[in-house]
């Protein structure tokens, strides 16, 4: 199985945040301007923080965590005084829990999971003259 790492990357005054296999070859990618394209362009690009995190899912679940905490407290976590935050990890057990049924359409079948309205102009309301 392969470990998914989370990494922290710092370019110029702002902190992106990103999970990969590989943070040595995501980290030239990014460098090389072939990374994500919020990297492109952004100087003074350096690795602040990568630890592994297992699974895909956990490191994606892991990645949004970190992504909601302020600039200071990834900082933080960079420098080691912030653990890393905690995630639901019995979201992946229900995922994997919930039966799939191959083409079922979304929702009750009225409009393939769609609210009321999709479709028409304004949200919802129909335009009359």
């Not at 003074?44 to 965590?65: C, H, I, K, S, Y």
């Not at 600039?71 to 960079?78: G, I, S, T």
């Not at 935050?85 to 994997?96: I, N």
């Amino acid at each position: 199985m392969t470990t998914w790492h989370l990494y922290l990357l710092q370019c110029g005054r702002c902190i992106y945040t990103g999970i990969t296999t590989d943070v040595e070859a995501r980290v030239a990618a990014h460098a090389a301007g072939k990374g994500a394209k919020y990297t492109r362009g952004r100087p003074d690009q350096r690795l602040l923080f990568q630890a592994p995190v297992g699974t895909r899912g956990q490191a994606t679940r892991m990645e949004r965590a970190v992504k909601r905490l302020s600039h200071d407290r990834k900082l933080d976590l960079a420098a080691g005084r912030e653990p890393l935050p905690a995630v639901d990890e019995r979201a992946e057990e229900r995922a994997d829990a919930a039966p799939a049924r191959a083409g079922a359409p979304a929702g009750d079948g009225e409009g393939a999971g769609r609210g009321p309205g999709a479709g028409t102009p304004a949200g919802g309301r129909v335009r009359r003259r």
